[in-house]
């Protein structure tokens, strides 16, 4: 079993910067494909970014250019580093694992595993 441990939230202004954390462990897999998904009060969770067991990565529109997925060296952490936050941005923040290769995958129903989730604020 995969447990996930995500960090890094908190509370930020607008423009501002946050990097999310989410460290993997408890599993004999040696790959791992990650995404980063979110969900505000009211509204359906909604992907936000994915990666492959490499560096590959997708993102959503409404995040493209500001929002960047990265992995550690270990391979089993993975960053979200979020710039230009506004409040639309607001929202529990989980991250996902599954267990792949190649492709960094947008839909919430191919992943295996989540965490907890960290709660992102953004005031105006």
């Known amino acids: 079993q995969v447990q996930l441990v995500e960090s890094g939230g908190g509370s930020v202004q607008a423009g501002g910067s946050l990097r999310l954390s989410c460290v993997a462990s408890g599993s004999t897999y040696n790959s791992f494909c990650m995404g980063w998904f979110r969900q505000a009060p009211g509204k359906e969770r909604e992907a936000v970014a994915a990666?492959?067991?490499?560096?590959?990565?997708t993102y959503a529109d409404s995040v493209r250019g500001r929002f960047t997925i990265s992995k550690g060296n270990a391979k089993n952490t993975v960053y979200l580093q979020m710039n230009s936050l506004s409040p639309e941005d607001a929202a529990m923040y989980y991250c996902a694992a599954r267990q792949c290769h190649y492709r960094a995958s947008l839909d919430s129903s191919d992943y295996n595993f989540w965490g907890q989730g960290t709660q992102v604020t953004v005031s105006s």
């Open positions: 990666i492959n067991n490499y560096t590959g990565t």
